[in-house]
């Protein structure tokens, strides 16, 4: 079973920028696709990035197009969301997952059946 575990969550003011962290157990890191989903109180998660898992294909949704930006480096085994430009409409628990799949433009949060603590993001006014 492939455990994600993210970090890096704070409070910040409308503007400012946090970088999350996503480190997985349980399997071989490298080989995976990493998608960033994020849930506030009473939705569903909602996918905000993906990485291949070479590094070189990203997608983004169209909500975080221009101020995120998804990385990795399978050396540390982590990856990362940097987020700039930060919106109270960001505030969220972030969440990351471990994908074997490639998924395209068509993450869901029903094709992951582990999620992990995430992490709490904090965007105030």
């Known amino acids: 079973q492939v455990q994600p575990l993210e970090s890096g969550g704070g409070l910040v003011h409308t503007g400012g920028s946090l970088t999350l962290s996503c480190t997985t157990s349980?399997?071989?890191?490298?080989?995976?696709?990493i998608p960033w989903f994020r849930q506030t109180p009473g939705k569903e998660r909602e996918f905000v990035a993906s990485?291949?898992?070479?590094?070189?294909?990203?997608y983004y949704a169209d909500s975080v197009k221009g101020r995120f930006t998804i990385s990795r480096d399978n050396s540390k085994n982590t990856a990362y969301l940097r987020m700039n430009d930060l919106v109270p409409e960001d505030t969220a628990v972030y969440y990351c997952?471990?994908?074997?799949?490639?998924?395209?433009?068509?993450?869901?949060?029903?094709?992951?059946?582990?999620w992990g603590q995430g992490t709490q993001v904090t965007v105030s006014s």
């Open positions: 997952n471990a994908d074997p799949i490639w998924r395209g433009t068509n993450w869901r949060e029903a094709d992951y059946h582990y």
């Open positions: 349980g399997g071989t890191f490298g080989i995976f696709a």
């Open positions: 990485i291949s898992w070479s590094g070189v294909v990203t």
